[in-house]
């Protein structure tokens, strides 16, 4: 029984499943947060579907230096909006308010960590988004309309830094379940709690999918369910989330293409060039692309895969934090000059001008251009007194009636 309940809890979200135990279904409304986290909104970060209300509060995994939005229910127009944050690790501390709608001085917080998460979101028509989170922003995030609360998130960020990736192609494994002792002799299980397959990052060739795994742990002593691994308690060892990479190739077709929101929406293109220094890295960071996204680049025409460019093993390579979002070039020396693109959901939205440096001038050259400059200067100060004592010798010349007209 104890592995029929696992193997159903790491099932893929949206495969048939058998019937489940009444512990299953009291976490079904979970693994569908799980699977709202993979597919938000990928030009706001991810993007919860619905919000997390007082009465159906939610305790969400996700994962940091990765944009996330959280939503406010309700018009924005029915009334100014607050957001307040309270640390779980301190018991007893009231959650404060650290931004509201209104003009962004209209409130300043007073508390160090307050005033950093205010640095870090903005407000969309009420909804959060919060740009660069950290796992020291893990906490209870709850959007208030005067004395009422909307919206109630307990969310654990956790460190992407810890994130182990796997490559189906490569026969590289995921992590397994472990059995931990706790405190007082009892004991929990650690897992990988899966998100679906995002969808293929190409048509009509061969491309790559992924899906994001968090860390979830399963005590004995909470019969309820399973929590993410920040929220369940600090004696766990640590642990870090996950991402699987496999191969797919599908057709370009209607199911491939954008949906009617995205169509709606304005293009985004983003073209810019870089000039990167010799034996300096060099990051070059996708609009809009996340670890919630299907992204991909290209050198040219060359597609750069997780695959390929972990056989090659040169100077280039994809940022794990970021899912793919983020292109490395390490240790630049001139060879990998050229043109980047990156793709997000299939749509362009990056360009990518990577050159050398301008050639500095030799140190005579460079003499002579600075010894022209301090010429220049100085007869420019010239000038301008000369222009002073002509202007004080008339004043001096006028006539006194004048002076008295």
């Not at 947060?33 to 009465?55: K, R, T, Y």
């Not at 307040?84 to 018991?91: E, G, H, L, M």
């Not at 919630?292 to 056989?311: C, I, N, R």
């Not at 100077?315 to 490395?328: E, V």
Request: glycine share 10%; charged share 20%.
């Amino acid at each position: 029984m104890r592995s029929e309940s696992r193997c159903l809890l790491l099932q893929p979200l949206g495969t048939p499943q058998p019937a489940m135990c009444p512990r299953a279904v009291a976490l079904s409304f979970l693994f569908v947060l799980i699977s709202a986290v993979a597919n938000g909104d990928p030009s706001q970060g991810v993007s919860l579907p619905e919000p997390c209300l007082p009465s159906r509060s939610c305790t969400l995994a996700l994962i940091s230096d990765n944009p996330v939005t959280l939503r406010c229910p309700g018009p924005p127009h029915q009334g100014p909006v607050s957001w307040q944050y309270a640390d779980p690790s301190r018991p007893g501390e009231r959650p404060a308010t650290f931004i509201r709608t209104g003009h962004p001085l209209a409130l300043i917080p007073t508390r160090a960590k307050l005033w950093r998460l205010r640095l870090k979101t903005r407000l969309l028509q009420g909804d959060l988004r919060i740009v660069d989170p950290g796992v020291g922003d893990s906490g209870i995030y709850s959007c208030r309309r005067g004395d009422t609360t909307l919206a109630y998130y307990e969310v654990d960020f956790q460190d992407a830094g810890r994130l182990h990736i796997s490559h189906a192609s490569l026969g590289e494994a995921t992590l397994a379940n472990t059995t931990v002792d706790l405190a007082g002799g009892a004991r929990g299980q650690l897992f990988t709690a899966w998100a679906r397959w995002q969808p293929c990052d190409r048509c009509g060739g061969p491309g790559e999918r992924k899906r994001v795994g968090f860390c979830y742990a399963r005590l004995a002593s909470r019969p309820e369910g399973p929590l993410p691994c920040g929220v369940a308690g600090r004696g766990l060892p640590q642990r870090g989330p996950e991402l699987r990479v496999e191969s797919c190739e599908v057709p370009c077709d209607r199911a491939y293409g954008p949906s009617r929101d995205e169509l709606g929406r304005a293009p985004l293109l983003v073209v810019t060039r870089y000039r990167a220094l010799p034996h300096a890295r060099a990051r070059l960071r996708c609009p809009t692309a996340s670890i919630y996204s299907p992204v991909y680049w290209q050198e040219g025409p060359t597609a750069l895969t997780w695959l390929d460019l972990h056989q090659r093993n040169g100077s280039i390579g994809l940022d794990k934090a970021t899912g793919g979002g983020t292109l490395l070039l390490s240790s630049w020396n001139g060879t990998d000059a050229g043109y980047y693109q990156c793709y997000v959901g299939g749509q362009l939205v990056g360009q990518f001008l990577v050159t050398p440096p301008r050639v500095l001038a030799s140190a005579p050259e460079l003499t002579r251009a600075y010894s022209a400059i301090e010429s220049l200067v100085v007869g420019l100060s010239i000038f301008l007194l000369f222009l002073l004592f002509l202007s004080i010798l008339q004043s001096c010349r006028r006539k006194p009636g004048a002076i008295m007209a």
